[in-house]
C-alpha cells in the first residue's frame, strides 16, 4: 500500500546535511518526494512510496546525519501526489 508523509524536522537540522542525507537515503528506500530548509531553521520533506519504506524513513529522520540534534519531527499523512524521484528543493 502507498502512502505519503509531509514532515518538518525541528533541531539543529541545517549546516549538518541532513538535505543531501535526507535525499541519499529516501533514494535507497525507494522513495519519491523532496525535501528543502526553511527560513526558520526546521527542514520539510515529503515522502511516497510503499507504507513501510515511508515508516523506515520516518524513523530515520528522527536521528538524522550524525552532527544532525533532531528535537522534534512533526508528520502529517497526506494522500499521494505521484512524484517521480527525489529531490533537493532550494
Given at each position: ?9 525541528i ?20 522513495l ?36 544532525a ?22
Amino acid at each position: 500500500m502507498k502512502e505519503a508523509a509531509h514532515v518538518f524536522v525541528i533541531g539543529v537540522v541545517q549546516g549538518v546535511f541532513y538535505r543531501s542525507w535526507t535525499e541519499q537515503t529516501a533514494r535507497q528506500l525507494g522513495l519519491n518526494g523532496w525535501v528543502r530548509n526553511l527560513p526558520d531553521g526546521r527542514v520539510e520533506a515529503v515522502f511516497e512510496g510503499d507504507e513501510s519504506r515511508v515508516e523506515k524513513m520516518l524513523k530515520l529522520c528522527r536521528k538524522g546525519p550524525p552532527h544532525a540534534k533532531v528535537e522534534k519531527v512533526e508528520v502529517r499523512k497526506e494522500p499521494c501526489s505521484g512524484f517521480e524521484g527525489f529531490q533537493v528543493r532550494y
